[in-house]
């Protein structure tokens, strides 16, 4: 396994995409979640194939309605199993 994130600099912010809203902010604002053996996905800090996402009602529910890839996954998510990671995080609104 290939390890994909390395800090180059002490003091360079990791930037990340929001799955939602497709805007870049820094790692500490977004929440990671990644594919869970079952096909779906599930919040987890670390491992795997991630993504993320800002934990707000907006971002969860642009990320339910997308039809595109998910980034960092790249990997089609069943729209279920995406109400059930926002729900699971209580942005299901
Ligand atoms: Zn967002």
Redesign the pocket.
């Known amino acids: 396994m290939s390890r994909l994130v390395r800090r180059r600099h002490a003091r360079h912010v990791p930037v990340r995409t929001?799955a939602?809203?497709g805007?870049r902010a820094p790692g500490a604002e977004l929440r990671r979640f990644a594919l869970a053996s079952n096909g779906g996905v599930e919040w987890r800090p670390t491992g795997g194939r991630g993504s993320y996402?800002?934990p707000?009602a907006d971002?969860a529910g642009?990320f339910v309605a997308r039809k595109k890839l998910v980034p960092g996954l790249r990997a089609r998510v069943a729209r279920e199993a995406r109400v059930a990671l926002v729900a699971a995080a209580g942005l299901g609104g």
């Open positions: 929001c939602g809203c805007r996402l800002h707000s971002c642009k």
